[in-house]
């Protein structure tokens, strides 16, 4: 088994964290309508979805060494990121020692998740296994994260948490 250049480790790090960025971005916008409380637990779990998901798929496809990211252990370490990252932020919000511009919270988490997306993308890779990787499972994955966006939102609106 041959050792993976460094720089392609760099190319999956570096187009994790422009999905990261984006998407994660892209939720924290709904701060102007949700109330923290709601956005960070929301937009840091589906930007952990996508992150996780895009690690592993460009691990897969870029890295030819007989190995696999295996889908559910690196979600889930994203997701298990994503909801420490939710509670800190929480707290720091609460606490008033967040930093004023959001983008500077948004970018950090991002990167953050990036971070643990492909460093468990790479650690944690296995002989190729018989079973293929769970689509179904995945396509079932990315379409309850995004009805929950309208789900929340509309539940929030129900108990007078949203509002712009």
């Known amino acids: 088994m041959k050792k993976t250049p460094v720089y392609i480790w760099l190319v999956v790090l570096f187009l994790t964290l422009l ?8 939720l924290f916008t709904l701060g102007l309508i949700l109330i923290e409380f709601l956005v960070y637990p929301l937009a840091l779990g589906i930007t952990a979805l996508l992150t996780g998901l895009t690690a592993v798929w460009l691990s897969n496809k870029l890295i030819h060494d007989g190995l696999q990211s295996p889908v559910e252990v690196v979600v889930k370490w994203c997701e298990g990121t994503a909801v420490l990252l ?3 932020l929480i707290m720091g919000n609460q606490s008033g020692w967040l930093p004023n511009p959001p983008i500077l919270v948004s970018g950090s988490s991002a990167t953050i998740l990036a971070l ?12 190729i296994s018989a079973d293929r990787t769970p689509v179904r499972r995945i396509v079932a994955w990315l379409i309850y994260a995004f009805l929950t966006i309208p789900l929340v939102i509309f539940m929030a609106s129900l108990l007078g948490l949203a509002g712009a």
């Open 86 to 88: 939710s509670l800190l």
């Open 116 to 127: 643990v997306a492909t460093y468990s993308a790479g650690h944690l890779r296995k002989a």
């Open 19 to 26: 999905v990261s960025v984006f998407a994660n971005t892209l």
